[in-house]
């Protein structure tokens, strides 16, 4: 397992730090970790590609970096000055890379309690256009896909977390902390039906706010949504919720074996392995960094 958990060092700016990445062995016990010198901000978005290279990203930095099993670390710059946060790998080889951040503001409400800055992207007077963009593996762009987004809490959040459908022509997606699961057909170019969204007013409680998606080893769904696990089926009815423990679950990665996943809490920095029988956590690890976790994924290859 790999996590992106970066040091927080920086008291002027609470998503600053040095890029550190944690290996750990399939019980969650600690391996090691990989020290970054090239991102500025939280590490996340990792996936390792067919070959088995880990990818990575810092989306406020505008880095895309390539992580060898030889201990070389490539930046990829190809790609331009985005703010990609996360990686798709489509069965004919192209790379499908989300943009984290959209528009040109952050609610106030929101700006006044944050300790960190969105950057423009370079040469504009925005953070970004919130799209998935298709590249060759060479780095050459092939599509830019105007998929909606909502925002989330704070009104800049793009395409924050997505994933392809089997059908490899399906993006599920979300703009974290939103209310809206959406779809993008990338082979139609255009926007489909949300597959879940709840409007105002909302039921007591929590809102229903959406983090992360993944697909298991049988094809079905899940979706991180309001601290609970939830398995959907091709319309979007809930087949079954599975609560987690307390708030600030962020990440997902279902695992090869089909009965379990890899989850993670932002607040605390705590990385779970939960069963997608009952929700009963069978391994735990407290990275100690809190805040800081934004990146985590199964190594599956030999």
Not at 37 to 45: E, I, K, R
Not at 110 to 131: L, N, S
Not at 204 to 215: E, L
């Amino acid at each position: 397992m790999f996590v992106g958990a970066t040091v927080l060092d920086d008291p002027a700016d609470d998503h600053a730090g040095r890029g550190r990445i944690l290996h750990l062995d399939a019980a969650l016990r600690p391996k090691g970790a990989w020290d970054l010198a090239d991102t500025s901000h939280l590490v996340g978005g990792l996936k390792f590609d067919p070959s088995g290279v880990l990818w990575a990203f810092d989306s406020q930095g505008f880095v895309v970096l390539n992580l060898h099993r030889d201990g070389r670390v490539v930046r990829r710059c190809e790609f331009g000055a985005r703010a990609y946060s996360h990686i798709n790998f489509a069965a004919d080889g192209t790379l499908l890379l989300g943009e984290h951040v959209v528009g040109d503001s952050v609610h106030p409400e929101v700006q006044a309690r944050m300790r960190t800055r969105i950057p423009f992207m370079p040469g504009t007077q925005r953070f970004g256009d919130g799209h998935v963009l298709r590249f060759a593996a060479d780095g050459t762009l092939l599509a830019e896909y105007g998929t909606a987004t909502h925002g989330g809490m704070g009104g800049f959040l793009g395409v924050t977390s997505s994933v392809l459908a089997p059908d490899q022509r399906t993006l599920v997606y979300c703009s974290e902390t939103g209310p809206r699961l959406m779809r993008y057909d990338l082979a139609a170019d255009m926007q489909l039906p949300d597959l879940q969204s709840s409007t105002p007013p909302c039921p007591p409680g929590s809102p229903p706010m959406y983090f992360a998606m993944d697909y298991a080893a049988d094809g079905t769904l899940w979706v991180l949504r309001s601290g609970a696990l939830e398995a959907l089926d091709e319309v979007g009815q809930t087949l079954r919720q599975l609560p987690l423990e307390g708030s600030g679950w962020a990440l997902l990665d279902c695992m090869a074996d089909g009965a379990h996943a890899l989850v993670s809490n932002f607040f605390t920095g705590e990385v779970a392995k939960v069963s997608l029988i009952d929700g009963s956590k069978s391994a735990s690890y407290a990275t100690g960094a809190p805040r800081a976790v934004a990146g985590l994924i199964e190594f599956t290859g030999p």
